[in-house]
C-alpha cells in the first residue's frame, strides 16, 4: 500500500513476556519516527531514525525498549518484561526531508499488558 | 514540562460556522507547527503546517494563525462540516538536524452538531 502499514494492529500480552512491533514506511522516506500515545494523553515522541542510525532516541521511557531499523525501510521496536504502565497506542510515522516534511502517520499498534 | 498545550479537550460547533482550534506553546525554538487530524482506531493524518517564519497559512477550509508574541497559534475550520468531527493535535517542531521530533499536545475533540 501507499501509506505506513503497522502490524500487529492489536496485541494483548501477559506482564513480563516480550513484545516486538513492526512499521514498514512510505517506500523513498527516509525518516522514521516511533511515539506513543497513552489514554487520555497527547503524542509522546520515542525515537527517530534517519536510515538506519538513530540521532535521537531521547524518549525512550526505559532500557526496556529498544529500535532497530535495516535496509534504511522495516522497523521494530522492542519492548521488553513488559509493565501495565506500558499499555498504549504505538505509533509509526515517515518523512521525506528536507526537514519540515510533515510526518505520516500508520494507524498505530495498540498494546495492552494483562 | 508540557511545551505544547491545548486547553480545551472538546469543542461543539454548529455545522456550518466556523470551528476555532487552540494552542499554546512555550518553546520558542520550534520552526514549524503542524495540525493533525485524528479519527478513533486511526493514525493521525497531516492537515496543514506554517512555518515560524510566516503569520497565516490557507488550504481551502483550514487557516492556521501564528501569534509568535503570544505563542499562540489557531486553526480555523469554515464551514464546519460533520466530517470534521475528530481529535485535532497541534505539534511544533525543530528543524536542526538530529532533533527531527514533534511535540504534540493533548488533543481537542471537535464535534460538528448537523
Known amino acids: 500500500g501507499a501509506g505506513v502499514s503497522q502490524s500487529p494492529s492489536n496485541k494483548v500480552t501477559e506482564k513480563g513476556k516480550d513484545v516486538e512491533l513492526r512499521c514498514d514506511p512510505i517506500?523513498?522516506?527516509?525518516?522514521l519516527y516511533w511515539y506513543r500515545q497513552s489514554l487520555g494523553q497527547g503524542l509522546e515522541f520515542l525515537i527517530y531514525f534517519q536510515g538506519n542510525s538513530a540521532p535521537d532516541k531521547s524518549g525512550l521511557p526505559s532500557d526496556r525498549f529498544s529500535a532497530e531499523r535495516t535496509g534504511g525501510s522495516v522497523s521494530t521496536l522492542t519492548i521488553q518484561r513488559t509493565q501495565q504502565e506500558d499499555s498504549a497506542v504505538y505509533l509509526c510515522?515517515?518523512?521525506?526531508?528536507?526537514?519540515?516534511?510533515?510526518?505520516?502517520f500508520g494507524d498505530g499498534t495498540r498494546l495492552s499488558i494483562l | 514540562d508540557q511545551q505544547v498545550k491545548q486547553n480545551s479537550p472538546s469543542l461543539s460547533v454548529q455545522e456550518g460556522r466556523i470551528s476555532i482550534l487552540n494552542c499554546d506553546y512555550t518553546n520558542s525554538m520550534f520552526d514549524y507547527f503542524l495540525w493533525y487530524k485524528k479519527y478513533p482506531a486511526e493514525g493521525p493524518t497531516f492537515l496543514i503546517s506554517?512555518?515560524?517564519?510566516?503569520d497565516k497559512n490557507e488550504d481551502g477550509r483550514f487557516t492556521v494563525f501564528l501569534n509568535k508574541s503570544a505563542k499562540h497559534l489557531s486553526l480555523h475550520i469554515v464551514p464546519s462540516q460533520p466530517g470534521d468531527s475528530a481529535v485535532y493535535f497541534c505539534?511544533?517542531?525543530?528543524?536542526?538536524?538530529?532533533?527531527?521530533?514533534?511535540?504534540f499536545g493533548t488533543g481537542t475533540r471537535l464535534t460538528i452538531i448537523p
Open positions: 510515522a515517515s518523512s521525506l526531508l528536507p526537514r519540515g516534511q510533515p510526518q505520516h
Open positions: 505539534a511544533g517542531g525543530l528543524g536542526n538536524f538530529g532533533n527531527e521530533k514533534l511535540t
Open positions: 517506500s523513498g522516506h527516509t525518516a
Open positions: 506554517i512555518s515560524s517564519i510566516k
